[in-house]
């Protein structure tokens, strides 16, 4: 049956490029992703209705798409041989799966030369934009842990690193730091004062870097976009079910992950939030936080990664004022703003938790050290 006349693309011509086992019904758009086409597909295989998700990559976004693919359809296939090979009845919702196309590859190539993918529609589960509890909290934690053990012994070749430097603290250190000397809206002397701040700190953003280049911490299979709205969790129990959006997967380290799961999870305020007052690392997210992951990587962690996981978060909110202080020297050319002077109150934030971290870091270690037992 020919696809709905209101998609943008021939969903009949997509499905005829991977081995569907089923006879495409009917599909649509779906989703608000901003960045990739989504569609949700009905099937019928021997009649039984079954859905699939459809979606092509954005060529302008991910440069080396069928690179980023191979990554996926790696992590993806060991995860799910792990979780048949440990019993679990579920291991067809406990990991995205690739469905693979005609040629046998994770990915599939249309007409266009748009590369696209397929993954069995995972039921009875959603995503979260905002977590309400710190039930939900201990169940995101949870799958992220979850899903670095599935990948910790990933065997090969290191993954392609879709998105060079994205977690190398050193690199956009030096990129803030170049952008500051060359200054080309002259626009440093306005912020003198966060520009002192986060100089005072360049040797901090080095500390991680550092240790993996030095083998002192593992290089492991990473999400690198750790925000709790990339778990499903399940409709009845809220177990978090399966960990999504996976085009950043690569090799890092686990520190990043835990890291970004404290800067997004913890603070009540907006990311760019004008009154940084607002901004405050929250002590009882920090303890779900900490809760969920170490109960599932507990197990695999070593004693130098479970001591940087207080700082984990410090860490990544470091790197991300970082960003917005260079975008904001440079002109505002990779960050969307909406106002003037949007991203340095984007910076302010930033600042405002890394303080905040500080100023509980005793209480921070102390309940790693109370789930790490």
């Given at each position: 049956m020919a696809a709905p006349t209101e998609n943008k693309h021939d969903l009949t011509h997509v499905a005829s490029l991977f081995d569907m086992r089923a006879d495409l019904v009917h599909g649509h758009p779906y989703g608000s992703g901003h960045i990739n086409d989504t569609y949700c597909a009905y099937y019928d295989q021997a009649?039984?209705?079954?859905?699939?998700?459809?979606?092509?990559?954005?060529?302008?976004?991910?440069?080396?798409?069928?690179?980023?693919?191979?990554?996926?359809?790696?992590?993806?296939?060991?995860?799910?041989?792990?979780?048949?090979?440990?019993?679990?009845?579920?291991?067809?919702?406990?990991?995205?799966?690739?469905?693979?196309?005609?040629?046998?590859?994770?990915?599939?190539?249309?007409?266009?030369?748009?590369?696209?993918?397929?993954?069995?529609?995972?039921?009875?589960?959603?995503?979260?934009?905002?977590?309400?509890?710190?039930?939900?909290?201990?169940?995101?934690?949870?799958?992220?842990?979850?899903?670095?053990?599935?990948?910790?012994?990933?065997?090969?070749?290191?993954?392609?690193?879709?998105?060079?430097?994205?977690?190398?603290?050193?690199?956009?250190?030096?990129?803030?730091?170049?952008?500051?000397?060359?200054?080309?809206?002259?626009?440093?002397?306005?912020?003198?004062?966060?520009?002192?701040?986060?100089?005072?700190?360049?040797?901090?953003?080095?500390?991680?870097?550092?240790?993996?280049?030095?083998?002192?911490?593992?290089?492991?299979?990473?999400?690198?976009?750790?925000?709790?709205?990339?778990?499903?969790?399940?409709?009845?129990?809220?177990?978090?079910?399966?960990v999504i959006d996976l085009d950043t997967t690569m090799n890092g380290s686990a520190v990043y992950d835990f890291g970004d799961m404290v800067r997004t999870a913890t603070s009540p305020a907006a990311e760019d939030e004008k009154d940084v007052s607002k901004v405050t690392m929250r002590m009882h997210m920090f303890d779900a936080l900490v809760k969920g992951y170490l109960s599932s990587a507990n197990a695999f962690l070593t004693d130098k990664e479970r001591e940087l996981l207080p700082f984990a978060g410090k860490l990544l909110t470091l790197e991300c004022g970082t960003r917005f202080l260079a975008d904001y020297l440079m002109g505002d050319v990779y960050f969307k703003i909406h106002r003037d002077g949007h991203n340095i109150d984007r910076t302010r934030t930033q600042i405002a938790l890394v303080e905040s971290i500080d100023q509980q870091m005793g209480e921070m270690e102390a309940l790693v050290q109370k789930y790490s037992v």
């Open positions: 009649g039984q209705r079954i859905r699939y998700i459809h979606q092509r990559l954005a060529e302008n976004v991910f440069k080396e798409p069928v690179k980023l693919m191979e990554n996926v359809g790696r992590v993806t296939d060991h995860a799910f041989n792990k979780l048949v090979e440990e019993g679990n009845p579920e291991a067809h919702r406990r990991t995205l799966t690739c469905i693979k196309s005609t040629e046998g590859k994770p990915y599939a190539v249309d007409k266009d030369g748009s590369v696209w993918r397929t993954y069995p529609f995972i039921e009875r589960a959603r995503t979260y934009d905002t977590i309400t509890s710190t039930d939900q909290c201990v169940a995101a934690a949870k799958a992220f842990g979850e899903f670095q053990k599935l990948g910790a012994d990933l065997g090969g070749e290191p993954l392609f690193e879709t998105i060079p430097n994205f977690h190398n603290t050193k690199v956009r250190f030096q990129t803030l730091i170049e952008a500051i000397e060359k200054d080309e809206h002259n626009r440093a002397k306005d912020v003198a004062k966060e520009i002192e701040w986060f100089m005072a700190r360049v040797d901090e953003g080095s500390k991680v870097v550092d240790m993996l280049e030095a083998g002192e911490i593992p290089v492991r299979v990473t999400h690198n976009d750790t925000k709790l709205n990339n778990v499903m969790l399940d409709d009845v129990t809220g177990e978090g079910i399966c």
